[in-house]
């Protein structure tokens, strides 16, 4: 399975920011450093995690270091990959290929531990 760089909703089709307004929306960036094993793992485990959770009410956005390593800075990203959890707020960050469901869920705080 690969990806592809740019927003993605629930349903896979681009969507504009009027569309993301939402107090239950939740907002990811998977920071990744090419199509490498770990950050394709980490997409599929965080695609299938959103859809059990969170069907139709996220988006993710995956930016790829290698095209565009200046957005590392903005989001304080020093390893990949990393998923950055910027609505809702607080920011949340969790690095590894996100294989471990609940560890995931605590860190989004979807489930408490």
């Known amino acids: 399975m690969a990806f ?3 927003l993605e909703s629930a349903a896979g089709e681009e969507v504009s920011g009027e569309e993301v307004l939402s107090d239950d929306f939740w907002e990811l960036r998977l920071y990744v450093a090419g199509q490498t094993p770990n950050s394709v793992k980490a997409f599929a485990n965080l695609k299938r995690i959103c ?17 565009n390593p200046q957005l590392a800075k903005g989001d304080q990203i020093i390893a990949v990959p ?15 290929t996100l294989q471990d469901s609940e560890r995931v869920l605590v860190g989004l705080d979807l489930r408490r531990q």
């Open 51 to 67: 859809e059990q959770e969170l069907k139709n009410r996220y988006v993710i956005k995956v930016i790829d270091l290698l095209e």
């Open 4 to 6: 592809n760089e740019g």
């Open 82 to 96: 990393t998923l950055v959890r910027k609505l809702p707020v607080p920011v949340k960050k969790i690095v590894g």
